[in-house]
């Protein structure tokens, strides 16, 4: 299921709570899926300063080396633009200004740092590509080729130079050059796609549809490289030349890989309409703009976000309301936990984008994580009465309730979001595993094992279901054979996951196999070291099979871990008395 991040699962452990973001396959929140203004964004940023008011351009540089360290971009770039009005002819520093100022979006600060650092050195790639970007975007296609010369066709750039350059040609009016010189993309092993979009988008444009659409059915042969944003795409094509039905078929296909992408949704209801939408890409501009997100999203999952961060600012600046580029910059931004400067770019989404739906419910997720919990009950419940037949905002604020520990609220939203589902299919079997979950900890275990029972019939071999339902048997001391089984299985699947490790051990614990538990319950407390309740285990385990020292060192080891409170007497008991009776806490 897209969007379902998978967390170990123990019924004491709260590692679960915190989280199993997205569990009804909020595949809408997908790159395409998301806008805001690049004006807004930088505007933002750029009234941002530093808390630290530096006394000397030492102190200056310093300070914003630190901010950097700390991801703390934008205030990063404006302590180091103050260290350079001191030092203007420090040629590092001026570099450096000009990297911050482009990856925090500044570009109009940014353009005369690129002028003067291609004035030091003609050769600089970053300030050359920064002027080509601008230039594109003036319309001055030639000055633009020449300052993309400089630029080496190795990495990254053996994708973005010919998609630029072809893009750049092609708004000179040298189109045949323009296809020639995008068609070396092909060549790029697994890139090959990107050449079929962007040349079909030149040929579009050029009003040459057939050849455009045969690039197009070139892109959709290769399935597994099909993404939403190359539907979107094609599909707009389809529907601008009043095909509706073939689009409206493409956007149904691919529907059911993403059922509940809002915007395959959207597009599919505007082409059964008889819509008209705008072109995917008006000018060879913003097909600059598609050939700079593209590379940004593909160096973002190699984990290269300053790169991309580079990449999708530059977009932005040739294309101000490309949204695709703005959710890049919000995921650069959250994964460093800069969730403030997240949810403002989320935020500035306009309300009539069809992104907006989107882009609020990640917001209300970031808000969430950052503490600001009731203003994210706020926007899922405002959503929830927008639309009334979505259920993925339902399931976030389950989670949400999930992660607080509000288990019988978790449960209410969960039961909403169900109550709008016309069928429970596989792709649900993480909400019924997410209500069982929070089922399970508002004891309501009936309902909970129901819910456990039906994820397995989808998937039977989930590792996680498997071991949740298991050591919860375990702990109530029922279908212990059948436990061992389930949880066994799961450990087959998940070799070095020490939750599922300890769920072995405690289920022949439970059986009064206690040699055979210990060395599963020593190797769970290897691979989970800090981790009260395993090491109140093999405290457990120790003490059966005579090892009365040890026991009392795993015990105190777990009190110092800070296990849940409820089991704090239990384990000072524990190690003052041992334990009385085989398999049995006193």
Sequence with gaps: MMGFKHLTVRARQRAWLNGIAGVAAIASLGLAALGATAQNSAAAES??????????????????RHAERRFALSEAATLYARALADDPDNAELLARTLYLMVIVGRIDAALPLARRVVAKQPQARLANLVLAVDAAKRKKYADAIRHLQPQPKRGANQVLMPLMQAWLEYGAG????????????????????????????????AGRTKAAEARYKQALADEARVGLRMIDAI???????????????????????????????????????????????????????????????????????????????LALHLKSDFGPAIVLIAAVFEDRGQREEAVRLYQSVPKSSPLSWSARLAAAQALNRIDRSDEAVRILEAMARERPERFDVLVALGDL??????????????????????????????????????????KQWKRAEKDFLKALEFVPDQPFVLNYLGYSWVEQGKNLDRARKMIEKAVSLRRNDGYITDSLGWVLYRMAKFKEAVPHLERAVALRPHDPTINDHLGDAYWMVGRHREAEFQWRRALSLKPEKDQIKVIEAKIKDGLKKPGKKP
């Design 47 to 64: 009234g941002k300063g530093s808390s630290f008011q530096p006394a000397t351009p030492s102190g200056a540089y310093l300070a914003a």
């Design 174 to 205: 040298n189109r045949d050059k323009a296809l020639r010189t995008v068609r070396e993309v092909e060549q790029v092993t697994g890139f090959a796609n990107y050449y079929y979009l962007h040349s079909g988008l030149m040929l579009e444009m």
């Design 235 to 313: 599909g707009v094509f389809y529907e601008r030349s009043g095909r509706n039905a073939e689009a409206a078929a493409l956007y149904q296909k691919y529907l059911k890989r993403s059922p509940d992408a809002l915007g395959l949704q959207l597009a599919l209801k505007r082409a059964r309409a008889g819509g008209k939408p705008a072109p995917f890409a008006d000018s060879p501009g913003e097909g600059v703009a598609e050939a700079l997100f593209d590379v940004a999203s593909v160096v973002q999952r190699g984990r290269r976000r300053r790169q991309s961060l580079i990449y999708s600012r």
């Design 401 to 442: 309730y999930r992660g607080k520990e509000r288990f019988a609220q978790s449960v209410k939203a969960y039961d909403r979001a169900f109550a709008r589902i016309p069928k429970i299919e596989r792709r649900h079997w993480g909400l019924l595993y997410a209500r069982g979950i929070a089922l399970e900890r508002s």
